[in-house]
């Protein structure tokens, strides 16, 4: 079945520990992002990508990276981790693109930092 | 940028009574606008969404309306199920051909027995 795979589902860690949470789909699609949903659930962007090897920030300023050297695969890694990156992460994909059609989220990846 | 405010943040009803959550937004080229239902746990879920051309759309309990003057829409609920206690999420996109959404903070759906 056609869906969007994260992992890990919950992670806590180390401050300083890098971390990469993987995110993977087999819905086909180009574009994929990644939002940080805060513990009020308020949604922001924080990455996108429109397919392999593009890669944009979103509105909401992260010290996270991205890659998307495939077209199903859109990890996202933090190089330190700090208390403050302390969210929910959701990856999500679409067809037509967030601003147009529907956008598919994954299960999310909850980073607890120490 | 697009700045989208949704209203109320909880809203406790009635089991079977009617649920209404507004928006409004601010970039006038805006033409999609969603609504994402987000059950405790789980992960947000597309249940409606309505383009700049048409002012109604239905889909069962649930519709949208759109005033694109008043630069506003809302989602009702009608006849409100237990399983309808979640968090509703709204958004609009930047217009212009841009790509994106912004999203509204979240209402937080009860549904009292």
């Known amino acids: 079945e056609a869906d969007i795979y994260q992992t890990p589902r919950y992670l806590v860690i180390g401050t300083g520990k890098k971390i990469t949470l993987e995110c993977s789909q087999t819905?086909?699609?180009?574009?994929m992002y990644w939002y940080q949903q805060d513990p009020g659930m308020e949604l922001h962007l924080i990455h996108y990508s429109y397919g392999v090897n593009s890669t944009e920030k979103g509105d909401l300023s992260s010290e996270s990276t991205v890659s998307r050297i495939r077209t199903e695969h859109f990890p996202l890694t933090l190089e330190s981790a700090r208390p403050s990156h302390t969210s929910q992460y959701l990856c999500?994909?679409?067809?037509?693109?967030?601003?147009?059609?529907?956008?598919?989220f994954g299960e999310g990846s909850r980073l607890t930092v120490l | 940028g697009e700045n989208v405010e949704q209203h109320p943040s909880t809203l406790s009803v009635q089991e079977g009574d009617s649920a209404v959550i507004k928006c409004t937004y601010s970039d006038s080229a805006s033409n999609y606008f969603p609504w994402y239902k987000q059950e405790l746990g789980k992960r947000p879920q597309l249940i409606i969404d309505?383009?700049?051309?048409?002012g109604e759309k239905k889909d069962q309990r649930i519709a949208v309306t759109l005033n694109k003057t008043a630069k506003h829409f809302s989602l009702h609920i009608t006849e409100t199920q237990p399983e309808d206690s979640a968090v509703y999420f709204c958004?609009?996109?930047?217009?212009?051909?841009?790509?994106?959404?912004?999203f509204g903070k979240g209402t937080h759906l009860i549904i009292q027995p």
């Open positions: 999500a994909s679409s067809w037509q693109g967030a601003g147009t059609g529907e956008l598919f």
């Open positions: 309505i383009r700049s051309n048409v």
């Open positions: 958004a609009a996109n930047p217009g212009g051909g841009a790509d994106g959404l912004t």
């Open positions: 819905m086909g699609h180009d574009k």
